[in-house]
């Protein structure tokens, strides 16, 4: 696998600042997150409720509420400056260029319209093709995100097709105008999961088909670990730390990515689960050094005082966290996570064994 | 025990087999996990054991009492004494006007215990047991996060000292790491008062993490029942196995290579000949299925 992070960049964001105007004061959302997307791959941004995930891909899409601002920083897309431009030329993009699903399939459609119409009216919208040839197009759409009978179903209203079949009708739309980007915000979250299973592989084989470029927004690591080859750890607005989708599960280095993982029910056995104590911090006033100082067993007196800048882990992957500093004590991974990745890394070898003696 | 749900009259009357003859048993003490997907009946079993629906057939029974019968006071008295309830959605849940001791305390107050002193130490002391202060027992649930307001439904509900607990999808609207603080809550009471829990969940990992016992069920019936870890170890009902193969796992390397089961109904299973009904394959181990299906799982299992 290409794992190298100098491969082409299709969307650039850099220290993206963003705050909500509210009555007592300003909630700051997304604090100087940054992040690159590769073309061709999918970097995964993970976080809990209110870690600023679906703010920051909102701020991608030129859709944030109106009482928004954004303070600072650039999303470089295609030689512009997302943040700065109008929304005249943000049209030209929006679902053009960079498509989109949300987690509700059922609030992104409309619920008195035909679902083939709806795909239709997106690629007459924005392409030059007779109203023929866009019902074909949309047939074809229909049947790469895995609908059976496309003509029956392009008769439907959303509410006669289940969640599953709903959101394959929100994927089509986000692809109809073939986007370079498809931004995915928690989009199996509403799912069951034999469900989930089948939407997540058909995405990972549009992907390679149509040689998309994915951010893909969830909190379910399990998700993440099937989907992303990048992975963004978020916490209180800010990314705590980001590397490949095996450095962060295999070697991850920030206290919270160790909470986040340990807190995670295990199949393989019946540990006690190591819940993250207390609650996230208010945004309204973040705390002062790193955010995640007052919840973290491991914290020391200057994550208190003072944000940790990154360290440089490998040249793919980062952490903020003061541990990582020359002066810091040595502290190692709770050792319910440690032995959890020890017998991954057991199971990986064995598999591999399995598979040399096999073709031999 | 089956729950039909009626629509319409006469000839468009439409009936939905919300929960089609089930059968399970939770011991003493246990633990049984109800997993399944949604709209496979296993809220539904829970409510009509509180009985908040009545059964349309079948028999269910509570240390030894017939409570499937006609509702009458004594009976809905013995229901309301014995079980108590914790529930998905910890904002719906709590009434928006009732101080926590309110809420908490109501439950005590309807079982005729008026001495206010005497409701305000039990509050008080269950509030310590699930994790929060008795400061927080004159705020509102407004006040709360998703996790405490998660605690004070479980307070409520253990406050009581019921036989039974029924917590229904209890941590599924929680995020991860407050989701894992609320699942070793309850573990720990599980322990230290010895409760009985029927744990209706659709996520896998949290109910075998959880559970004892776990029964499966699919388009309201029961396909498989067995122990936790027996029937992690050894799926059997190719919708199990199906369930099981969909869980995403924290591991990118095995997650990239892993093939999923897909599992229709219809096409797995020719039951126009044969009726299936459950049948013990393993010790302990029941799975629903025809007489030759059953034949072909144990020779499965004889192979190995």
């Known amino acids: 696998m290409n794992n190298q992070i100098n491969d082409e960049i299709v969307l650039d964001v850099q220290d993206l600042t963003v705050s909500f105007r509210g009555f007592v004061g300003k909630v700051q959302a997304v604090r100087g997150v940054s992040f690159q997307l590769p073309r061709g791959k999918t970097v995964a941004i993970v976080g809990e409720s209110g870690s600023g995930k679906s703010v920051t891909a909102k701020s991608i899409m030129g859709i944030l509420a109106g009482n928004a601002i954004i303070e600072k920083g650039s999303i470089l897309y295609d030689g512009d400056d997302l943040t700065k431009i109008s929304e005249k030329q943000f049209q030209d993009i929006r679902g053009k260029k960079i498509g989109l699903i949300f987690q509700d399939p059922l609030s992104s459609l409309n619920p008195i319209m035909k679902v083939g119409k709806q795909i239709t009216e997106m690629i007459l919208e924005n392409q030059k093709v007779s109203k023929k040839e866009a019902r074909e197009r949309a047939l074809d759409l229909m049947r790469d995100v895995g609908i059976p009978d496309v003509e029956q179903r392009f008769e439907h209203y959303p509410f006669q097709l289940s969640g599953g079949m709903r959101q394959r009708i929100v994927i089509a739309i986000a692809l109809a105008n073939e986007p370079e980007i498809l931004i995915c915000d928690e989009p199996t979250t509403a799912l069951d999961v034999t469900v989930q299973a089948r939407i997540l592989d058909m995405i990972n084989e549009l992907k390679y088909q149509k040689n998309l470029s994915i951010v893909f927004i969830t909190h379910d690591l399990g998700v993440v670990a099937n989907m992303a080859d990048f992975v963004y750890v978020m916490y209180a607005g800010k990314v705590v730390e980001y590397g490949t989708s095996e450095e962060i599960f295999f070697n991850p280095k920030h206290p919270y990515t160790w909470a986040l993982l340990s807190s995670m029910p295990d199949m393989d056995s019946k540990e006690k689960l190591l819940a993250i104590p207390g609650t996230p911090p208010n945004m309204l006033e973040p705390p002062v050094g790193d955010a995640f100082a007052s919840r973290n067993r491991y914290a020391m007196e200057i994550d208190f005082k003072e944000q940790p800048p990154f360290f440089k882990v490998s040249d793919t992957h980062y952490a903020a966290t003061w541990l990582l500093h020359e002066n810091a004590p040595d502290v190692e991974m709770p050792e319910v996570l440690r032995n959890r990745i020890d017998r991954m890394l057991v199971e990986e070898e064995e598999y591999h064994k399995g598979r040399g003696e096999g073709n031999q | ?304």
Not at chain 2, 105 to 115: A, N, P, S, T
């Open chain 2, 1 to 304: 025990m089956s729950m039909y749900f009626y629509s319409g009259s006469g000839k468009s009357q439409q009936v939905v087999k919300a929960v089609d003859d089930v059968t399970f048993h939770i011991y003493q003490g246990e633990t049984f996990g109800l997993v399944g997907e949604s709209g496979c009946g296993k809220t539904t079993t829970g409510r009509s054991i509180i009985r908040l629906y009545t059964p349309t057939s079948g028999e269910m029974f509570l240390d030894g009492e017939d409570i499937s019968g006609p509702m009458n006071s004594r009976l809905r008295r013995y229901i309301t004494d014995k079980v108590a309830m914790i529930f998905q959605d910890p904002v719906d849940s709590l009434n928006p006007r009732m101080t926590v001791r309110e809420i908490i305390g109501e439950g005590l107050e309807v079982r005729g215990i008026k001495d206010k002193a005497v409701v305000d130490e039990k509050v008080y002391s269950i509030l310590n047991k699930v994790g929060l202060t008795r400061e927080h027992a004159t705020r509102y649930p407004h006040e709360f996060s998703g996790g405490q307001r998660q605690r004070i439904g479980i307070a409520r509900a253990i406050v009581v000292e019921p036989a039974m607990v029924i917590a229904d999808e209890p941590v599924s609207a929680l995020d991860v790491s407050i989701q894992a603080q609320v699942i070793n809550l309850l573990g720990s009471l599980k322990e230290d008062l010895g409760l009985t829990i029927l744990f209706i969940a659709h996520d896998l990992s949290v109910v075998k993490h959880f559970s004892d016992r776990i029964g499966v069920m699919y388009y309201g019936k029961l396909v498989e029942v067995a122990e936790a870890d027996e029937l992690y170890d050894n799926p059997i009902h190719p919708y199990t196995r199906a369930l099981l193969s969909a869980i995403p796992h924290p591991n990118p390397l095995s997650e990239k290579r892993r093939r999923r089961i897909t599992y229709d109904g219809l096409e797995t299973h020719d039951y126009s000949v044969e009726q299936p009904s459950m049948v013990e394959i393993l010790p302990e181990h029941f799975v629903y299925c025809s007489p030759s299906e059953a034949e072909s799982y144990r020779r499965e299992f004889k192979r190995k």
